[in-house]
């Protein structure tokens, strides 16, 4: 192809050619960065929105979470204590059932929040394995109170799952 152009077209008109290909390219990877960027940005303040809706009147630690569902939806959930404290739901399975409860699926995000200022936190154990339950390739943002944030996996936080490929027959 590049031979059939250099051939049809004069040296100048293959250099913009060029020129602008390469400008097209440039434009694409910083729009696609920007639009990466701007979920994620999207993602944290949609946790940090539903922090502030937990209802926590025993611990009184708030957390909050968003799931970004492969579609682009993104769907929150808090914390929810209950007196009798194993009746308690975390904010990350309370996104799940909500998102499963809409018809949601496959996941590729969540971030998570809570009150603590001077380390990231993760999920739990029972909502670590719940988040396997749909996939093993989530991007987790571990975000601070002030919406600074920690990417890591989801692989990461539970190396050597127990996941539904076990429980396939052979």
């Given at each position: 192809m590049l031979a059939y152009l250099k051939n049809t077209l004069h040296e100048g008109a293959l250099s913009q050619l060029c020129t602008i290909s390469i400008f097209c390219i440039l434009l694409f990877s910083i729009c696609w960065m920007l639009t990466d960027d701007m979920a994620v940005a999207e993602l944290v303040a949609k946790c940090l929105q539903a922090r502030e809706l937990a209802y926590c009147p025993y611990s009184h630690f708030?957390?909050?979470?968003?799931?970004?569902?492969?579609?682009?939806?993104?769907?929150?959930?808090?914390?929810?204590e209950n007196a009798s404290y194993g009746l308690t739901v975390c904010a990350e399975r309370t996104a799940i059932q909500r998102a499963v409860a809409e018809g949601h699926r496959?996941?590729?995000?969540?971030?998570?929040?809570?009150?603590?200022?001077?380390?990231?936190?993760?999920?739990?154990?029972?909502?670590?394995?719940?988040?396997?339950?749909?996939?093993?390739?989530?991007?987790?943002?571990?975000?601070?109170?002030?919406?600074?944030?920690?990417?890591?996996?989801?692989?990461?936080?539970?190396?050597?799952?127990?996941?539904?490929?076990?429980?396939?027959?052979?």
């Amino acid at each position: 192809m590049l031979a059939y152009l250099k051939n049809t077209l004069h040296e100048g008109a293959l250099s913009q050619l060029c020129t602008i290909s390469i400008f097209c390219i440039l434009l694409f990877s910083i729009c696609w960065m920007l639009t990466d960027d701007m979920a994620v940005a999207e993602l944290v303040a949609k946790c940090l929105q539903a922090r502030e809706l937990a209802y926590c009147p025993y611990s009184h630690f708030p957390v909050g979470a968003a799931i970004l569902t492969s579609g682009g939806t993104i769907i929150t959930g808090c914390n929810v204590e209950n007196a009798s404290y194993g009746l308690t739901v975390c904010a990350e399975r309370t996104a799940i059932q909500r998102a499963v409860a809409e018809g949601h699926r496959s996941f590729t995000a969540i971030a998570v929040t809570c009150d603590i200022k001077d380390s990231f936190v993760g999920p739990c154990g029972a909502c670590r394995q719940v988040l396997m339950e749909f996939g093993t390739e989530w991007d987790i943002y571990l975000t601070k109170p002030d919406g600074s944030y920690k990417k890591t996996s989801l692989r990461d936080l539970l190396p050597l799952a127990f996941s539904p490929a076990h429980l396939a027959k052979d």
